[in-house]
């Protein structure tokens, strides 16, 4: 059967030189999860019927001989807060448990366009607040390099099923590093594209100043391709940019001679492992290698970010979330008023790390503590971006690790908040600016893999995409794959 | 201002969190660990530093206004828990004094709802489609119990 590990690039080739049919490729994925998902929980719903049936109309377009869209026929897996029009769409919540969206978010759109066929919606942490894919509502997903470890978060299912071969690719969303963080834990590429380069109509709400929608893969070439289809200005979108979308794969095997890479000391501090430090030195070193030109650059506010971050995106969640009350969709918990039917509804929809969410939100925006807060950390944010934008005036992109640490285990901060928040320490900054960031593996400490991860100027994906490919390519670290059996 | 119980309970109220006694005790202890956290934002001086409250403020994108079809309506009263004649069903709306909280001891003056941050309401996951979604619980509105 079709080897699942492959790049969706070389799908791709395969389907176009009919080495293999759509149905064929879509069948050795489901044959995957089935042996599989089991113990990984990549996936919170699967419907193989409807995949084989989008497979199969491919494959009689292409025996008709008519044209093909650029993905025809490839799966795709995406994350469970992209809306997906009569499929379940839970956001790993129960107040949403049940679920059918009336309508595709625009990304859906935009890939069913490309031919691409949904395989499957993925788990998360609930409403994509977490970084370790323990507070989804249905269970945690598991890191196929180690099942006694998480995958990262919030999009730990995608990044789970990209890892194991469950899916050729997946949509992640990222709002404070729910791309980046779990594609570096599972030793896959990750992509936060710019605010405003992927619409975010249909994507459910969590930090809406700071969400971006993005391709988690085996290849950074597979990054150029999926976000090819993703981005460009929606009209359902305001916030979505009017700046016109470059072929992303056109200059990738470009090289780095020259390029300017930014090295902050604020991404050497403490809580640092060891392991992690030493594959990310080595990476600066392969890219200098590469013609790379390593300058020093300082990110001074790297020490305020992740509290500028919890107060800003928990505010904006805190808003978002008012809307589950048990009128519209999803659940409802009767009582005998309005108001209490709220606040029944809520208690027992909403899982732990979104109610601490609302209530820190709420808190920040409540009068009294609105100017010592939330409109301090607005004013914290204006200088996180001041210190990119320093940056950027003496370099072309900036590295940074993707994460402090290497994936944890199941458990061990799921009761310590602020503990688990540190995991996001390297990525938050990046949202807060606004600005597109790649993880990219780097290798491994203690056996689990190590992402790298590179920052750009805004709408600049194709600097970042070619610097990243440059890397992966000198490094053998992609061709690795976690050891994975069916349990017997 | 250091988070205490009689805090916790005010945030939840005005959150419309029925919160467990459980979770009253853990919330109040992280809470406080996590706003301690916070407070070394209160070590910058930001005085002249303007607030950002989007990255690509200052930008106004205007499209064509065609009107275009909306939602079917069967299909999004379909996913509510319950509907009469087109319209979503709540149950009785009680009068507002009864439901709004006081503040704790140390926080009289304050204004009782919370503000919803710019841009914060303004998620696309389809708010817009529905004539009746606010990004808030829907205000009150008094008398029969019906919000359409």
Request: charged share 20%; net charge negative.
């Amino acid at each position: 059967m079709l080897d699942t590990l492959l790049p969706a690039a070389t799908l791709i080739e395969g389907l176009r030189r009919r080495d293999w049919s759509a149905l064929e490729v879509v069948d050795a994925y489901l044959a995957r999860i089935e042996a599989l998902d089991g113990q990984l929980r990549a996936y919170l719903h699967v419907d193989p019927e409807a995949a084989r049936a989008e497979a199969r109309r491919w494959d009689e377009r292409a025996a008709r001989g008519e044209p093909l869209p650029p993905l025809a026929g490839i799966p795709v897996a995406v994350k469970d807060n992209i809306c997906t029009r009569g499929v379940p769409t839970t956001c790993g919540s129960r107040i949403l448990e049940g679920w059918r969206p009336p309508y595709d978010a625009t990304v859906m759109v935009r890939l069913r366009q490309a031919g691409a066929v949904l395989l499957g919606k993925t788990n998360l942490d609930e409403f994509a607040m977490g970084s370790s894919t323990e507070n989804s509502a249905f269970g945690p997903t598991r890191n196929p390099w180690d099942l006694s470890r998480v995958p990262g978060g919030s999009s730990g299912g995608s990044a789970a099923a990209v890892a194991a071969g469950l899916a050729p690719w997946a949509l992640g969303t990222d709002t404070g590093g729910s791309i980046r963080q779990p594609a570096a834990l599972a030793g896959i590429v990750g992509l936060k594209p710019t605010y405003g380069r992927v619409s975010r109509y249909g994507l459910v709400a969590y930090g809406s100043s700071l969400d971006q929608i993005g391709p988690l893969t085996r290849t950074v070439r597979d990054a150029a391709l999926l976000l090819q289809v993703i981005a460009g200005q929606d009209p359902l979108d305001a916030t979505s940019a009017p700046v016109p979308v470059p072929d992303y794969t056109a200059a990738l095997g470009e090289g780095i001679a020259g390029l300017r890479i930014g090295v902050a000391r604020e991404g050497r501090g403490e809580g640092l492992q060891p392991g992690v430090a030493a594959a990310v030195e080595a990476a600066l070193e392969v890219l200098a290698g590469l013609g790379a030109e390593l300058r020093e650059v300082r990110l001074p506010m790297l020490d305020y970010a992740l509290a500028t971050y919890y107060l800003v995106a928990t505010a904006e969640a805190s808003s978002n979330l008012a809307r589950y009350d048990g009128v519209r969709h999803g659940l409802r918990v009767p009582a005998p008023d309005v108001v209490e039917m709220f606040a029944r509804t809520r208690a027992a929809g909403f899982g732990a790390e979104v109610k601490r969410r609302i209530m820190l939100g709420t808190y920040a925006l409540s009068s009294g503590f609105y100017d010592a807060f939330y409109l301090k950390a607005q004013r914290a944010r204006t200088l996180v971006r001041r210190d990119f934008e320093a940056a950027f005036r003496e370099v072309d992109l900036v590295a940074l690790p993707t994460s402090p640490t290497v994936a944890f285990r199941l458990g061990e901060r799921v009761d310590d908040p602020l503990q688990m928040y540190l995991a996001d320490i390297f990525t938050v900054p990046v949202n807060m600016a606004g600005l597109p960031g790649i993880s990219v593996p780097c290798g491994f400490a203690d056996g689990l893999p190590v992402g790298l991860q590179l920052i750009g100027r805004p709408f600049d994906e194709a600097t970042l995409l070619r610097a990243a490919h440059a890397y992966e390519q000198a490094t053998p670290w992609h061709r690795r794959a976690p050891a994975l059996a069916a349990a017997a | 201002m250091a988070i205490d119980r009689a805090t916790v309970d005010y945030v939840a109220r005005l959150s419309r969190l029925a919160l467990s006694e459980a979770e009253r005790e853990a919330f109040t202890r992280q809470l406080r660990e996590i706003v301690d956290y916070f407070a070394r934002l209160q070590t910058l001086d930001l005085s002249a530093v303007p607030p950002t409250a989007h990255v690509h403020e200052g930008t106004n994108l205007f499209r064509e206004d065609i009107p275009r079809p909306s939602l079917p309506r069967d299909e999004v009263l379909a996913a509510a828990p319950e509907v009469e004649e087109g319209f979503f069903v709540v149950p009785a709306v009680l009068e507002e004094a009864v439901h709004e909280p006081a503040p704790p001891p140390g926080l009289e003056g304050a204004v009782h709802e919370a503000a919803p941050p710019p841009g914060g309401a303004a998620g696309p996951d389809g708010s817009g489609e529905v004539a009746d979604e606010t990004a808030g619980p829907p205000p009150d509105r008094g008398g029969e119990g019906r919000a359409g």
